[in-house]
């Protein structure tokens, strides 16, 4: 897996719930992030857009929508343990540094038998009033 670009985007909603930086995406195996949120923020609402670009040509793979994100069975793991979430789903006013394994992340949620080739991952997490966060992955994969 060859990362090309890994960068927030913006979410879906007007109003963010604080502070969701990048503090460092150098090495994919420890993207840091720094989050400082005023207020508490439930996450009850994730997507995940896949897209491949082939011949300068993008094409929308799938569109994952979850209506209770912390139940899922790759995203809840990670939105629980990452970001220190609480059973319903709600991260707790404060400020944050998490640290998360994008590599090993990337390799659970695909599996260990993939198709080649150029891919955008467009992952949000918000609820009905503001982003939690969003962030845009260009991911190539190839053989060695």
């Known amino acids: 897996m060859v990362w090309r670009t890994f960068e927030i ?7 963010e719930c604080g502070k969701f930086e990048v503090a460092n995406s150098q090495n994919m195996s420890d993207v840091v992030f720094f989050l400082d949120f005023p207020r508490d923020c439930p996450a009850t609402m994730a997507k995940i857009v896949v897209s491949t670009t082939n011949n300068n040509v993008t094409k929308k793979l799938w569109n994952y929508v979850l209506n209770k994100p912390c139940e899922h069975f790759v995203l809840g793991p990670v939105l629980i343990d990452s970001f220190n979430l609480t059973k319903n789903c709600k991260i707790n006013k ?10 090993a992340k990337a390799k659970i949620f695909l599996g ?8 955008t991952f467009t992952t949000t997490s918000y609820n009905k009033v503001n982003n939690f966060f969003c962030v845009k992955t260009v991911l190539e994969i190839k053989k060695h």
């Open 9 to 15: 985007c913006k979410g879906p909603k007007q109003g």
């Open 94 to 103: 404060g400020r944050y540094n998490v640290h998360l394994d994008f590599e």
């Open 112 to 119: 260990t038998s993939f198709f080649y080739g150029t891919y």
